[in-house]
């Protein structure tokens, strides 16, 4: 008996279920109204500009289908793509489209069944730059040491020196130059050729550039200590006065390679003593200064650093 009553109890629940399952199949086959979400791509943005802040990624679209459909399209909506060829101008940068003059493309891309009834937002709005083009230098990110007697020769070389960079005006008008990589080297005592990336800015500036990199050349060598006597010349003297000065001479050290050590003569250097500063600071003595040197010298040093005087007429 209990056997039967169990048997009844199972066939029983199977019909409820069985009912159920009609039940939620009819319903889920009639039409219903409902609001999805769909990701959108945007296709054919003009050629002459840029996008300067991203625009919505999804779009509201109020549809008419069957509960299948409805419930499906919210699971896996499909993306929709949105012809971007010819926005409408709102101010300066501001541009739309309306979503209503695509309705057509749009439907058709639905799944079977989906049926627009209208956009929760009839426009979407885009930030639109012009797309410029403009040459700035690059700068080389560089931490070196060089090791004991040695240095680099002249300045780091860049090939090339400058490149193109193109994006929104308004974005290349802040930039005035682009940087390398960070070039790190310790205690080197050969030179260096070799290729350096450049920064990028982030995505979100959309600045590209015309090249990826750069060539960098360091040229290293050995250097030595040099001196010399140098002669001085006293500036803005007060027309027909003649000053005696001592000493005559100023001692120079200086760094110099060594493959230029004897390319270095007093000639190299020009060294002044202004009159008019000295009166304008009260001071009894001249204030020797180094106003020129080869560029081949580095860290030039002159001793002394004050120039007695005496007035003779």
């Known amino acids: 008996?209990?056997?039967?009553?169990?048997?009844?109890?199972?066939?029983?629940?199977?019909?409820?279920?069985?009912?159920?399952?009609?039940?939620?199949?009819?319903?889920?086959?009639?039409?219903?109204?409902s609001t999805i979400q769909y990701p959108v791509e945007y296709n054919n943005l003009p050629n002459d500009k840029l996008l300067q802040e991203e625009p919505v990624s999804k779009i509201g679209i109020h549809v008419k289908a069957s509960g299948f459909k409805i419930?499906?399209?919210?699971?896996?909506?499909?993306?929709?793509?949105?012809?971007?060829?010819?926005?409408?101008?709102?101010?300066?940068?501001?541009?739309?489209?309306?979503?209503?003059?695509?309705?057509?493309?749009?439907?058709?891309?639905?799944n079977a069944g989906v049926y627009i009834d209208h956009f929760i937002k009839d426009s979407i709005n885009f930030n639109l730059g012009l797309l410029e083009k403009k040459k700035v230098p690059v700068k080389v990110n560089s931490n070196l040491s060089y090791g004991i007697?040695?240095?680099?020769?002249?300045?780091?070389?860049?090939?090339?020196?400058?490149?193109?960079?193109?994006?929104?005006?308004?974005?290349?008008?802040?930039?005035?130059?682009?940087?390398?990589?960070?070039?790190?080297?310790?205690?080197?005592?050969?030179?260096?050729?070799?290729?350096?990336?450049?920064?990028k800015f982030p995505l979100t500036m959309n600045v590209n550039f015309d090249i990826e990199k750069v060539t960098i050349t360091a040229t290293i060598e050995k250097y030595t200590e040099g001196t010399l006597k140098i002669p001085f010349s006293v500036v803005n003297l007060p027309e027909g006065m003649i000053i005696n000065t001592y000493p005559k001479e100023i001692d120079i050290t200086y760094k110099v390679s060594l493959s230029d050590f004897g390319k270095i003569n007093p000639s190299s250097f020009v060294i002044e003593c202004d009159y008019k500063m000295s009166l304008d600071?009260?001071?009894?003595?001249?204030?020797?200064?180094?106003?020129?040197?080869?560029?081949?010298?580095?860290?030039?040093?002159?001793?002394p650093t004050r120039i007695d005087f005496i007035i003779e007429k």
């Open 281 to 303: 600071n009260k001071m009894q003595y001249l204030v020797p200064k180094l106003t020129q040197q080869s560029n081949l010298i580095k860290n030039a040093k002159i001793s």
């Open 71 to 110: 419930i499906s399209g919210k699971l896996f909506p499909n993306k929709i793509k949105i012809e971007s060829s010819n926005p409408l101008l709102k101010s300066k940068t501001n541009y739309f489209l309306l979503l209503p003059q695509q309705r057509l493309a749009i439907q058709r891309q639905m």
């Open 1 to 33: 008996m209990k056997s039967k009553n169990s048997s009844v109890s199972k066939k029983f629940l199977l019909f409820i279920l069985a009912s159920l399952v009609f039940w939620f199949m009819t319903k889920l086959s009639k039409e219903y109204e």
């Open 149 to 199: 007697g040695f240095d680099i020769k002249g300045e780091i070389e860049i090939k090339p020196d400058s490149i193109t960079i193109s994006g929104p005006e308004s974005i290349l008008d802040t930039i005035q130059f682009v940087e390398t990589d960070e070039l790190v080297r310790k205690e080197m005592i050969e030179s260096i050729q070799e290729d350096a990336l450049l920064k």
